[in-house]
């Protein structure tokens, strides 16, 4: 058995340099961590394994509950939708055809009469729908959402919960009756964004309003969060779309107002996509000796390591569960981890995988009635006493989500440099930095503009802030007509 | 304003009888409720609507905790599975393979290099990963489950909820080192399929081993419990399948035991599917005025109705919202209809919903500290004192709980009719009966017999009961063998 130990022991510790090598960190944590399966053996297609699945299901509830405080109801559409709903908003059709995967057959050669593409998106399977129930202003505003998962056959190259081909993700589509109602809609969003993403997971992001040539297909407006990931590239958390009528006049959703005339509705959508924000969640918490998760999404939040010889097993055990299960009636998600391993080997296992708390407890805790408390996000211990453990191990779970978020934003600060010209933004981008650039328009005239910063510094424009103000000074770092708004450029990510 | 509410009024009455038609009882009250949506436009998918996902939802949190509790961890897979996958069985893909969707091309025109299934179940989806993710005695048992949607192209005809094209539902995959080990995971199961689908659902059941020819495709022994619909005719809910070694040898999946030497696993599977069960519920509880939800399950478990003139509006709505703030608190689902419709209105529109509670509140209740409590199930008040609220809801709420579960296993009781003879059979299916039947064998030689039974009577051999002791006594019913068997025989439901 001992032999076994050491073998196991020697496995787990984790150790890479998560800024200087990013990638190969991602990769090996996910691997070490059991997070994803690479070897399913279809491109871009990653069964996800315990560990990451339990907090993404911890992630998915509280963003269903936000949603649902906020007056939307879940529903859940088929995953199939037909080929000629597709084709029915001209921009969006451009935008998802190329990467729609296709059921043409059934069984044993039966072909179907029109195809069926799998999900990207579900603007087309829905708004049909909507067009049958929304009939009278009293029917609005109508705010749904679902959680499922949607397919794209991404071009690029694929990474766990970054980038999949299949991803899973939350689609919120709301009717209004005017446009004002909308605009407000895509407001709220953004703060439920602001609530979750960065709330209750810790992440910081600057929201944008994206450029014309970057909006999602046939949306009036796109919103946007973007973070920075560790190797300093910028990757899009959730983003919100202002439709306008474009969708409801593509898909006839009319209804009669106070005055009994007909008239078409303004929509919004919301995709918050629950695998990427886990997978933006752990780089940017992490550190070199693995995963680092917020107390508040972590699978178990406690775990317990139980110290003991064979003569004070029996007491040792007795006083954790006793631990145990007076944090399972706080609602602590506590494990006690009595498995046949050493207590070294165990601390190593639980700080790969990033359990926030750690409380280790033996014999001579036992008769001072205290246990030692581990924090993951700092590595130190602190012995406290065993009357309310579960209040002082829910206080110190604040504590560490508050640690890990402000370590973030300071990561996050800083990392924006003024740049107005090419050379600066190329230094910028050199640096692993932001660069905020004076710049001619957004609208779709500014396009040749952004595709020659592209080509010159391998940079995107991500839009203009909204939740900052930004004056425009001076002229667009290409064309040199005077600027109009402020923008941010970097190397994008996933 | 008023007319519109006399419009809504006359549209909100639901009256149909549930013995008498029971298909258009079940088609109407899917409509009228807005539990699905069958004008979606592809054959055998229908959107689930607010109402029924929000119950399902709970019942999937109902038997996801079951299913941890019992030390199974969640994970998903991808949606599609190589078809390579799925040939490596050659039962199960014989079984299958009539039924599956495939993708074979991406965008405009790109093939796939191997054709992909959308999942009809993910057998062959994970144990290509469980032949790579266990490899000692140490790794078991392994036991997970994941939450999906399937998708089997039926060819028979679909009902929402009953039988579709795509469904919801949980599998639960695990591995042992022994028979026994799985032989007790299949009676676990069966023990969880009594909890929730019984005890939380309210569902009676009977619980068989099915025959050889209606098993699992690749399984060594399928068990499953059968309810009974309105109509008489049986539905099978969850079932779960003794594999034995049939899959781990097709899929390589081995351990090293602890000499040393290589064997291959035992596995079972589990599949409950939410969306079937959700059907068979409110069918079995349902009546001639619509849904009766259990309390356990209702996705607003009270519903508020303010009753007021406009002088009196500001008090009864204070005191109302007082009441909605209080069962919140005690953890209730809660609405508070302060919609511009009737009193009467209303009361018919959440009877036809089924929710369990009514809270009926007017000037009257406010000044006595009081509040009606109407039973959707019996459809009757009482007067209860403000006091304790929330305490005498819960309480009600189990009693309600109670009652829909005496109600249908009245039902029930009574329905299964002893008959030795194909005259005796047909008698029983034509009042809606089970016949409970000497048989020779569910062995593969009782093949001939028990299709001369579905020629004569129309009538399904379900297998044996293994939740009652049945004696065989005298002859086959069919071949005149000597009966070494009890099964039950009946009419099949979607």
Redesign the interface.
Known sequence: MSK?KKKSSATIIFDISKEENFPDWYGEICRVAELA?I????KG??????WS??SM?IMFDLYEAALQRKSH????????I?ES?LRKEAQHVEGF????????????G?KLEER?A?RPTSET??Y??YA?WVRSW?DLPLK?YQRC?V?R?EVKSTRPFLRGR?F?WIESHNVFKTYEGARAQVMEDLETTKELVTGAFGIPVMVFRRTAWNKFPGAVDTFAADTIMPDGKVIQLPSTHDLGDNFSKAFDIKYLDENNETQFAYQTCYGPAISRIYGAMISIHGDDKGLRLPFSIAPYQVVIVPIFKSDSEQVVMEYCREIESSLQKAGVRVYLDHRDETPGWKYNYWEMKGVPIRVEAGPRDVKNKQAVLFRRDILKRETVDHANLAEQVKNLGKTIDENLSSIADAKFEGLVVDADSIGLIDDALSKSRIARVPFCTIEPEGLGCSETIKDKTGGEVRGTRIDVEDKPEGVCVICGKPATVVVYVSRLSY
Do not use: C, H, K
Request: hydrophobic letters at 45%.
């Open positions: 076994d399966e070897r399913y053996g279809v297609f990653t069964p996800f394994l315990p699945l339990m299901n109801l879940p529903m859940l559409f088929p995953t199939v037909p709903n055809t190329p990467e729609v995967f296709w059921i043409e057959e059934i069984g044993e039966q069926l799998l399977a829905i049909p729908m049958l009293r749904r998962s397919f056959s299949e899973l």
